[in-house]
């Protein structure tokens, strides 16, 4: 089998940015956990808001998030998630690794339709979270 696509750092990093600049901008908790499909070979990232028990009833795409060994992304909307507990939460969308030349990464939507394709997984995000390229020092 080859090897597994998985996130490196970088990439988990600005899936955990990309998560907190929602929760600030939501103003809700926005979790981004990443998810290994061993059988599959490769992992995905899901974002998802915890839903209350009076949301948990509505027609919303739902997913579990959380569990045993669960790895995250950022700060999971300032909850702690530490416990092992899961949690019922609305799929917002999810990013899945691919070993498709010229696209690396794959949006899905909450019902499960591919959105996007790129080689550069900013472009699937909703934020511009670059960091902005410090000027050279010049000597005087």
């Known amino acids: 089998m080859a090897s597994m696509l998985v996130f490196n750092s970088d990439e ?20 981004a956990e990443i998810v290994a499909e061993p059988d599959e070979g490769f992992e995905w990232a899901l974002f998802a808001i915890p839903l209350s028990p009076e949301e948990a009833s509505k027609e919303l795409a739902h997913v579990q998030v959380g569990g ?28 899945q690794l ?12 909450a019902n499960g339709e591919e959105t996007g394709w790129s080689d550069d997984l900013a472009e699937l995000l909703p934020f511009q979270l670059s960091e902005p ?5 010049e000597d005087d």
């Open 12 to 31: 988990t990093n600005l899936l955990g940015r990309t998560a907190d600049a929602l929760c600030a901008y939501m103003g809700k908790p926005v979790i």
């Open 68 to 95: 045993p060994g669960a790895r995250f992304a950022g700060n999971c909307g300032g909850l702690d998630l530490s416990d092992g507990q899961s949690l019922d939460c609305e799929l917002l969308w999810a990013i």
């Open 133 to 137: 390229q410090l000027p050279d020092d």
């Open 98 to 109: 691919s070993n498709i030349t010229g696209n690396r990464y794959i949006k899905v939507d």
